[in-house]
């Protein structure tokens, strides 16, 4: 049985984009759009195995933002992970 990443209600986030930064992806966004866990992607970001986010400051809290280009890249980096270990 295959378990998905189930996101709950998202609450509106655009006001903490700057202006020149509204068609890039938050980090829930992006885990919303490949159903996947916001933890999952913080890892995937940490090993360099996806591109790292911009980081964009807004007051105290830093917020992770994805280009539309590298949304791509990780859907097609994430679409080809397979569930258990590698093989060696």
Known sequence: MVRRYTMKVRRDTSYLKPKKFQD???LSELAEKVQRDPSWIRLLEKEDRIPKAVR???GQISIRLWSP???E??????ATHRP???RS
Do not use: D, F, H, S
């Open 69 to 71: 280009a590298q949304v």
């Open 56 to 58: 964009v400051k807004r």
């Open 24 to 26: 890039y992806l938050t």
């Open 73 to 78: 890249e990780c859907e097609r980096i994430i």
């Open 84 to 86: 258990g270990r590698p």
